[in-house]
């Protein structure tokens, strides 16, 4: 299993800018979320799936868009990138059922807007 | 709303010394907690976790113990290695937030010879 993966893995944009950053995962999980990190703060949840077709908004869902057509894929839209969205993205993804919520993590995408 | 508290960082220390991470929390229902270990360059990995009250997650020589009295899941290792050097994640998850993890700030960790 390649597990959680994420393309690209670094970025730039110009303000204004729009991209999607992917995320893949082969193990069948039904839950995937998208989380950005910045220093001191953690992770903080962007957008998250409990199944495809069901989308919902985290903690910083701003300037972000999803959608979750199939179980395996998880794209997040960034529709007009801002300065303020340079972070490192990360990918996760967990079972429904008997995983005690125990995330795996794809390995990232830093984006840098200017 | 769902909450983690880490110790203030950065944390730096000779090797073989003592480690002793705070982590305390607040939640509703009963989640399940973790901590995750980020190295230089790479992505988040699950260190250890605990499901219930009273639970010892270990791995690597690092313990946590899940106290729901002091609402806290301090991460503790008897002997560091310059190879622990990280930022370390305390997370809670499960409870009334199924599908998504709640982060403390993460604590950077130098480990010096």
């Known amino acids: 299993n390649a597990g959680v993966t994420q393309t690209p893995k670094f970025q730039v944009l110009k303000t204004g800018q729009s991209m999607t950053l992917q995320c893949a995962q082969d193990?069948?999980?039904?839950?995937m979320s998208w989380y950005r990190q910045d220093p001191g703060m953690g992770l903080r949840l962007i957008h998250y799936s409990v199944g495809a077709g069901i989308t919902d908004q985290g903690e910083v869902p701003n300037g972000y868009n999803v959608s979750r057509s199939t179980t395996e894929d998880f794209p997040l839209r960034l529709l007009s990138a801002a300065p303020s969205q340079t972070s490192v993205y990360f990918c996760a993804s967990s079972r429904r059922v008997g995983s005690n919520n125990e995330q795996f993590f794809g390995p990232g995408t830093r984006l840098t807007v200017l | 709303g769902d909450s983690v508290t880490q110790m203030e960082g950065p944390v730096t220390l000779s090797e073989e010394a003592f480690l002793t991470i705070n982590c305390t929390y607040t939640?509703?229902?009963?989640?399940?907690l973790f901590w995750y270990v980020q190295y230089p360059g790479e992505g988040l990995q699950l260190l250890l976790k605990a499901t219930k009250a009273d639970d010892k997650g270990s791995n690597k020589g690092f313990e946590a113990t899940y106290r729901k009295e002091t609402t806290s899941f301090h991460l503790e290792k008897g002997s560091v290695q310059v190879s622990d050097s990280a930022v370390y994640f305390c997370?809670?998850?499960?409870?009334?937030?199924?599908?998504?993890?709640?982060f403390g700030q993460g604590t950077i960790l130098t480990v010096h010879p």
């Open positions: 997370a809670l998850g499960g409870g009334t937030s199924y599908g998504k993890l709640t």
């Open positions: 193990m069948n999980h039904e839950y």
């Open positions: 939640a509703t229902g009963y989640p399940s």
